[in-house]
């Protein structure tokens, strides 16, 4: 069912719904736009800020940026590794751009508002995607040279830790695993889908390096909330595969199932356990439901007409009741411009 839908002010490629408990109305979405000039092509972007509510959503706040690849909120994590810092309790929104920036906003929790609070340049390269540590102040970065970044979030200051050469061409996606912070998995577009081991402070090490599965760029990597040893990958080829990490240095893959489209977003509900949503690119979103070594599709939406590049779930209190006919969805899409807000009816 649709609930509201809306043109953002250019090309759309990410949505992010604010994990707090308090704050899970909030939803921010980030555009990338290119344009060529006479000289040099120029790269402009934004984060829009919404509320989203079942009747519809409104905006709060906007802010003008290069052009964005990926956004992400840190979790609001109480696990500081004995430190004392305390802005990693705040609302964080790290934004990756195509100037090589990683940028830090704040949600102020009252007039819903974003505020930079710091930016560090990571390279001459584009970044392109983000990820959060489970401590809330570990932050990586991969680029669009093959290059993986992490970052030490100190008070307001980013300070870089590791920079390695990863992979041979861009870095899609990365993700710190949930239960070993000390690894970070990858996925590139030379068809690798790889794990690195940060507690060597010179240079990472890899853990494994699977090569040979996937037919083309690895573009997305899920970690399963109830289930940490089960991980998603998404690829251009696209598959979504299911993976079992128990072994760490020889991952299994236990299914596949083709999607369609090119597999560009997986994301995991974070309460109901098994429930993923993939932006599937040329073949719009699809709900899909992974049962030990069964995965179901139930159900598709076709409603955008140009790349589906966007998608994640709102966290609703009312799953906690056990009423999933409250669930609600935002989608974005990229050459129309446009962000939707939509209930999944496969789960009323």
């Known amino acids: 069912m649709d609930i509201a839908s809306l043109d953002l002010d250019g090309n759309a490629d990410a949505v992010e719904f604010c994990p707090y408990p308090t704050l899970h109305q909030i939803l921010a979405a980030a555009t990338y736009t290119l344009q060529q000039d006479e000289d040099q092509p120029i790269r402009s972007g934004s984060i829009s800020l919404f509320s989203v509510t079942s009747s519809g959503l409104k905006l709060l706040d906007r802010v003008q940026t290069p052009g964005i690849f990926d956004i992400k909120w840190n979790s609001g994590s109480r696990e500081t590794n004995g430190t004392s810092n305390s802005i990693v309790h705040r609302p964080l929104l790290a934004q990756a751009t195509s100037d090589g920036f990683l940028t830090l906003y704040s949600l102020h929790p009252i007039e ?121 990958t998404g690829s251009y080829d696209e598959f979504l595969r299911v993976w079992d990490v128990r072994c760490i240095s020889r991952p299994v893959m236990e299914n596949s199932v083709c999607l369609g489209g090119g597999v560009w977003r997986l994301k995991y509900h974070p309460l109901i356990g098994g429930l993923a949503l993939a932006a599937c690119m040329h073949n719009g979103f699809a709900i899909v439901k992974i049962d030990g070594e069964n995965i179901n599709i139930l159900e598709t939406y076709t409603k955008h007409d140009s790349l589906a590049y966007g998608a994640d779930w709102q966290r609703a209190a009312c799953v906690d009741d056990g009423n999933k006919s409250g669930l609600l969805v935002a989608t974005c899409s990229f050459y129309d411009r446009l962000l939707r807000i939509w209930r999944p009816c496969s789960l009323e």
């Open 112 to 232: 819903f508002s974003l505020s930079e609070v710091c930016k560090e340049e990571v390279s001459s390269s584009m970044c392109l995607c983000v990820d959060w540590g489970s401590n809330g102040s570990s932050i990586s970065v991969g680029l669009s040279d093959g290059c993986v970044s992490t970052l030490a979030l100190r008070e307001d200051q980013l300070q870089i830790t590791q920079s390695w050469a990863a992979h041979e061409y861009e870095t899609w996606t990365v993700l710190f695993d949930s239960c070993q912070s000390q690894l970070l998995y990858t996925g590139s577009d030379d068809c690798s889908f790889s794990c690195w081991d940060l507690r060597q402070k010179s240079s990472s090490s890899m853990v494994f390096r699977n090569s040979k599965t996937h037919k083309m760029g690895v573009c997305s990597i899920a970690q399963c909330p109830s289930d940490p040893t089960m991980l998603l």
